[in-house]
């Protein structure tokens, strides 16, 4: 019943998001605001954990391709193909999760116990459309790129590991990249990364925009929405493998 409650909710929450703005500027200024917390603000995390992510998944694979019949080239394309389907999107946006999630629902629950949301819609604010959907919308623009980032660098991170360690020839490694490509890996990560992105914003910002209580509750409300997002982020990533692979 908490699941049909909350999910009831969520759905007038959004209903209420698409009114007319009040004021456009202002409606536009806090959407750039966000892209510049959720992107920027995500932007050194996400570097340093794809450039890892790229030079581990090197490593364990070339130490369980101990065949010599087995060409090196196959560790760049087992590579290339584990960080554009799964490592970029997947592991990148669970930690967006604690990082961008815990913040939207912590802002949100703190104007909320303040009162600062029911002064704004004292003064005939639409809260919902300005304090929740320019999250909900940046995180919708950033996120993606912040993946596209994510792949580069990964495979970027694997390359380098390669040729530091000794294991692949960086020629070799650029050859592997080219053989078998296919763009549909792209789109599918792409695709991948914009459900992800509105799990991230939209969950969070639910929990935080209706929290009640004080203190105690915005941190029960951040855990909970943090939670919620990571279990619905992996659901989504099993049902859209399912789906399009």
């Known amino acids: 019943m908490r699941i049909l409650r909350e999910f009831g909710q969520f759905i007038k929450m ?12 202002m409606y536009w200024k806090q959407f750039m605001l966000q892209c510049n917390d959720i992107g920027i603000g995500s932007l050194g995390i996400i ?13 364990q694979t070339a130490y369980q391709l101990v065949s010599p019949i087995i060409p090196k080239s196959t560790i760049a394309q087992i590579v290339r193909d584990t960080v554009i389907l799964e490592f970029a999107p997947t592991l990148s946006c669970i930690v967006l999760c604690g990082v961008v999630g815990s913040k939207i629902a912590s802002e949100l629950g703190n104007m909320r116990v303040s009162e600062q949301i029911d002064a704004l ?19 919708l623009v950033t996120i993606p790129l912040l993946i596209m980032l994510a792949m580069v660098l ?3 991170g694997g390359r380098l590991a390669g040729t530091a ?20 890996n ?29 203190a105690l509750e915005i941190g029960h409300s951040s855990t909970r929405a943090v939670v919620v997002s990571c279990v619905l982020l992996l659901l989504a990533d099993y049902i859209l493998s399912a789906l399009l692979l």
């Open 47 to 59: 570097c340093i954990i794809s450039v890892f992510i790229g030079a581990v998944s090197t490593l």
């Open 186 to 214: 792209v789109y599918f990560a792409l695709i991948k990364s914009v459900v992800f992105s509105f799990i991230i914003t939209a969950v969070p910002a639910f929990y935080g925009y209706n929290v009640k209580g004080g």
């Open 165 to 184: 360690a000794g294991i692949i020839d960086p020629t070799i490694f650029d050859t592997g990249l080219a053989m078998q490509f296919k763009a549909y």
């Open 154 to 156: 990964g495979i970027w």
């Open 14 to 25: 959004a209903g209420g998001m698409f009114h007319k703005p009040e004021n456009p500027k």
């Open 121 to 139: 819609e004292i003064m005939g604010i639409n809260t919902k459309g300005y304090l929740v959907l320019p999250k909900i919308l940046a995180g």
